[in-house]
């Protein structure tokens, strides 16, 4: 594989650094900072089917399912702005799209790359499928609310608290179900939790109107 990225100072051109990608056993993406994909490694096109032909020059968006693309969208553009991530470079555990139209649950570890000047010019994800061990197999869980609902994948959460912090009469954890939409009884309550869930930094907790079909709930 010949990477073609032909960005600040040359970063990733030449045929060692493609050789170097394919030669390795997890998928490996890099990512400009406009969030094109310029290097997609062998790995990529095992895990997620995609062809290096397809993804290469593609916003990565292609690959994120769609109720996770906002999450992606503002986590991305915070750390090209501080060209810092937030996390602290553990992997995460989420879900992404195959070519084949079905998802893969994923654990991705994510890097900034910078010029030599310091400068954040993009991003290098690395991902393995997610042990079948820690896969759940019942997907998108939904909770019901006066005036809003709440719908959770427990693989895609951290576990960092936020949510309890910000909203402990909504999420619970020492109450089950420790989710509880109803507790969100005026306009202004519904407005906080859309808030709280609209920060969830892995996307594992997403906003139903309560008319919305069941469907939605599993599609995450």
């Known amino acids: 594989m010949v990477v073609t990225w032909d960005g600040a100072d040359g ?11 394919d030669s390795a056993t997890d998928a ?18 095992d895990l997620f089917g995609f062809t290096k032909e397809y993804a290469v020059g593609r916003d990565v968006d292609f690959m994120i399912p769609p109720r996770l693309r906002d999450g992606h969208h503002r ?3 915070s750390a090209m702005e501080r060209g810092a991530l937030a996390s602290d470079g553990a992997a995460r555990r989420t879900k992404s799209l195959r070519a084949d139209g079905g998802t893969v649950y994923i654990d991705m570890t994510f890097a900034m790359l910078h010029d030599d000047r310091g400068t954040a010019i993009g991003a290098v994800a690395v991902a393995r499928p997610a042990s079948d061990r820690d896969t759940p197999t019942h ?3 939904r909770y019901r609310g006066q005036l809003v609902d709440v719908t959770f994948d427990s693989a895609l959460c951290n576990h960092n608290g936020q949510c309890v912090r910000n909203m402990p009469e909504v999420f619970d954890t020492s109450k089950r179900p420790w989710i509880n939409p109803e507790a969100a009884e005026s306009p202004a309550d519904a407005e906080r939790l859309r808030t709280t869930v609209f920060n969830c ?4 907790l997403q906003i139903l109107a309560p008319d919305a079909p069941d469907d939605d709930a599993s599609a995450g």
């Not at 970063?11 to 990608?21: F, P, Q, R, T």
């Not at 490996?28 to 096109?45: K, M, P, Q, S, T």
């Not at 930094?201 to 594992?204: I, S």
């Open 28 to 45: 490996i993406i890099v990512i400009d900072g406009e969030g094109l994909v310029r290097a997609w490694n062998r790995a990529c096109v």
């Open 201 to 204: 930094p892995t996307g594992a």
């Open 75 to 77: 986590g991305f553009t």
């Open 139 to 141: 997907g998108r869980k």
């Open 11 to 21: 970063v990733l051109s030449g045929e060692v650094a493609g050789w170097a990608l």
